[in-house]
């Protein structure tokens, strides 16, 4: 029986626990999350950033957790992969590194004090603390590299629009694997709402998705965390990584409370085309920072590659020369900037343009964990006895992943990896959350 007391005791307890629950997840999260999208780029605001080489952990599809290097904002938890860097066309770019790298032995790695840098690739004039940035060749490094608890700035003027990659420098073989990147949006001097200074880059600015594609080999960061040598010729990735997440975390909103390392989701959540209320398409900036391609592809919808590695596609007289791709082939270093958009193109109508297809038996039907239970965008039907559904609004749901299909794994648990959504809502006004 439980006295007074006792009651008084575990409600107290129950008041404490949860007070610690909601404390440290808005410590985690508030500070981080305020003001930014569920879904798409989050973007750091530039030019002037502090960036700081860190050492946490990750979790993984599979249960695993992962010792990871990776960037975060200095002073800031850790998060992997590095913010997303938003600059103007035009600016001056200025990056402070501050190195917090450590393994278990310390900020020493097999007896050496652990150097990193940043690398910008595609960016031109590059200085590192006032001088010119030097490259390292003997050691295939750069030589402007910090050791650690120091710091060092980078400034360069972002001259050129894009999609860019910034990363470790400082035997980048071994130390971007371990995670040491990021990715870096030059915004065009025609407007945020423009991919390249083109008329036809024009995108909805609540349409602007990344999918930033990395690997792991787990028995190197294992190694590395203790510090044990490893020999990179036996690198073998066994993770593959969209936005620093594996699938279904990768659906998960951007911020997710169960993923407090891991800040960026990689649904792409839009609007159907419609000439008046939502003319302009969507963009989906696709990165590889790993050692592979990754042949990315979105399920039932071509998207049109407008620009490569911060190139737009054009002509010396500034000729389209845009191209529609059904899988985008990423290889290691690049971007791709592709624009895309969903249409009705045969405007089904449960009353007035029924589907011509009658739809087969239940019981023939396997039924996914999205659908509504109608095929009519914004419809939502009763799913049959035993079926429960995620749908929200009668949405569309289509695949979207990486079409080497050994990737789409988690250290042999499939259908993971790099698998992301399109998620297509109705027309609006609607009721979607
Ligand atoms: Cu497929």
């Given at each position: 029986m439980l006295t007074s007391k006792s009651i008084w005791t575990r409600l107290s307890l129950t008041l404490v626990l949860l007070l610690m629950a909601f404390s440290s997840t808005a410590n985690v999260h508030s500070a981080l999350a305020q003001g930014q999208p569920a879904v798409g780029v989050v973007c750091t605001e530039g030019p002037t950033f502090s960036l700081e080489a860190q050492s946490g952990y990750i979790q993984m599809p599979d249960m695993n957790t992962m010792y990871m290097w990776s960037f975060a904002s200095t002073g800031g938890s850790f998060q992997h992969p590095g913010p997303v860097l938003c600059v103007d066309q035009g600016d001056t770019v200025t990056v402070t590194l501050t190195n917090s790298i450590t393994v278990q032995s310390g900020t020493t790695y097999l007896g050496s004090p652990i150097r990193t840098s940043v690398i910008f690739p595609g960016q031109e004039n590059v200085q590192a603390d006032g001088a010119l940035a030097q490259p390292d060749l003997a050691n295939n490094s750069l030589t402007n590299s910090v050791g650690p608890g120091g710091s060092i700035t980078y400034s360069f003027v972002a001259s050129k629009p894009g999609t860019f990659i910034y990363e470790s420098g400082t035997n980048p073989k071994m130390q971007v694997p371990m995670g040491l990147f990021g990715a870096l949006i030059v915004r065009p001097s025609m407007g945020a709402n423009y991919v390249y200074n083109r008329a036809d880059s024009q995108f909805t600015p609540e349409e602007d998705f990344m999918a930033l594609l990395s690997e792991i080999d787990p028995y190197q960061h294992q190694a590395v965390e203790m510090n044990k040598a490893f020999n990179m010729n036996n690198y073998r990735a066994?993770?593959?990584?969209?936005?620093?997440?594996?699938?279904?975390?990768?659906?998960?909103?951007?911020?997710?409370?169960?993923?407090?390392?891991?800040?960026?989701?990689?649904?792409?959540?839009?609007?159907?085309?419609?000439?008046?209320?939502?003319?302009?398409?969507?963009?989906?900036?696709?990165?590889?920072?790993?050692?592979?391609?990754?042949?990315?592809?979105?399920?039932?919808?071509?998207?049109?590659?407008?620009?490569?590695?911060?190139?737009?596609?054009?002509?010396?007289?500034?000729?389209?020369?845009?191209?529609?791709?059904?899988?985008?082939?990423?290889?290691?270093?690049?971007?791709?900037?592709?624009?895309?958009?969903?249409?009705?193109?045969?405007?089904?109508?449960?009353?007035?343009?029924?589907?011509?297809?009658?739809?087969?038996?239940?019981?023939?039907?396997?039924?996914?964990?999205?659908?509504?239970?109608?095929?009519?965008?914004?419809?939502?039907?009763?799913?049959?006895?035993?079926?429960?559904?995620?749908?929200?609004?009668?949405?569309?749901?289509?695949?979207?992943?990486?079409?080497?299909?050994?990737?789409?794994?988690?250290?042999?648990?499939?259908?993971?990896?790099?698998?992301?959504?399109?998620?297509?809502?109705?027309?609006?006004?609607?009721?979607?959350?």
């Open positions: 066994r993770y593959w990584m969209i936005n620093g997440r594996g699938f279904p975390d990768s659906i998960a909103d951007n911020f997710a409370p169960w993923l407090p390392t891991q800040p960026y989701g990689a649904l792409a959540r839009i609007h159907p085309f419609d000439v008046s209320a939502h003319p302009y398409p969507g963009v989906e900036r696709f990165i590889n920072v790993g050692t592979e391609e990754y042949p990315f592809h979105p399920h039932a919808n071509n998207g049109l590659t407008i620009g490569r590695d911060g190139n737009p596609l054009e002509g010396p007289g500034g000729q389209d020369l845009s191209y529609e791709k059904f899988s985008f082939n990423i290889g290691p270093g690049q971007t791709w900037d592709s624009i895309f958009k969903w249409y009705d193109a045969e405007g089904y109508n449960e009353t007035t343009n029924p589907v011509p297809v009658a739809p087969p038996d239940l019981v023939n039907l396997t039924l996914g964990m999205f659908f509504s239970g109608s095929p009519y965008l914004g419809k939502m039907e009763t799913l049959p006895p035993g079926k429960s559904t995620l749908n929200q609004c009668g949405e569309y749901y289509i695949i979207s992943h990486n079409h080497a299909l050994f990737q789409l794994d988690a250290f042999g648990q499939t259908m993971s990896g790099p698998i992301t959504y399109l998620r297509v809502d109705p027309p609006q006004p609607n009721n979607c959350p």
